[in-house]
């Protein structure tokens, strides 16, 4: 007998097989990351019972990034994807194999922020990397859903990486939380293997253009960047969100111990900033046009600006979590717009730097934002830095949208392959 129920049909993920690959190799390594994090940390604080040594450690994550980041882009734009992808993740599980070894041995403690800042070094092309290929892995009118997929990605990362980390540390040890990682890192090589080798990873080359040095090239992405007024909006929205975030981090722990909730408390309301930037990173996916751009960011600043007031205030934990989740789905919205716009207003010759510039400047946000919560906090109380900082928000929001953005393309992507 046939059946009479109405088949329920859901929305095809953007691109075709070689895109669901790459975003299959972005989840797990990005899981695995956080689940790294959280064991890294943890196994720090084991050996030394130091918050400087713990503070150390993390800025050794984030510090190459933030150097190297523009010779991550140069060399996406210089060299074929697939092999810097694939050999960044293999790099990354051999690190993570004497990093796990370095925890089982008790070796040296110094070697756990050495190693990590070595395995940040190796990251440093794949971020990029990833951008540069997206827009010829799906079709332009599937670019946003594509770059809303990959910030939902990352955002879930955050919620279930420190998640799987904790619950890998109750029922074994940071060596073996370690080793998982490096595992990760061998199943997103092997998805990225598992892509046909092509143009699509081939660094376009402008015509006619005569060689130059490492500091000339990225100039030159810094100048493109600079000739899309447009774009550099948008990753302003995105680097305050990441200022708001690193914020965030601090402030955070403090709200959740005024309402009495602890240190449980400070993770549940960084969960829901994650969750809330999953669905705020959906619902981006599915503006149709640039034309309503302007109305989303300012929509999702206000929402950030008007969260943050908010919590200053709330009395229990509860109405802010609801908060948390609230703002989250605001501060994802500028790197989605931004991610799509990149490849819509610059040349692909450039891309990769134009990217492997914005993405320090986003992560040195995070820094900043975490060195000024504490005197925002001494000078105005928590409630005044809550205030203050959406506030901060308000204003700059006014200033980014008081123009409309309109988009110029900057050209056809060329050797995108048909779906499959």
Known sequence: MLSTRPSIRRPA????????????????????????????????????????????????????????????????????????????????????????AVAAASLPVVLAPVLAAVTTVAAAVQPPSVAACTPRLVGDDELQRANALRAAIGQAAVVVGPALGALVLVVSSPSVAILLNGLTFLASAAAVAAIPRGPVFEPARAQDAPPSGALADIAAGARALRGAPVAVRLVAADVLCSGVYGILSVTLVLLSRRLGAGDSGYGLLLAAYGVGGVTGASLTGRIATPARWRKAMAAALVLVAATLIALGSLPSLVPALVAALLGGGGMVVGEVLSDTALPRLLGDDVLGRAYGLVLPVSLGGIVVGSLLAGPLVSLLGLEGAFTATGAIVFVTCAILVRRPLALAHAGPVEHAPPAV
């Open 13 to 100: 993920l953007p691109g075709g097989r070689p895109f669901r690959l790459l975003l299959a190799s972005l989840a797990v390594s990005s899981c695995g990351d956080w689940l790294y994090n959280v064991a890294l940390l943890a196994y720090v604080y084991e050996r030394t019972h130091s918050g400087t040594w713990v503070a150390l450690t993390t800025a050794a994550r984030v510090a190459p990034i933030v150097l190297l980041g523009p010779f991550g882009g140069l060399a996406a734009d210089r060299y074929d994807r697939r092999r810097l992808l694939i050999g960044s993740d293999l790099s990354r599980f051999a690190l993570m194999i004497a990093l796990s």
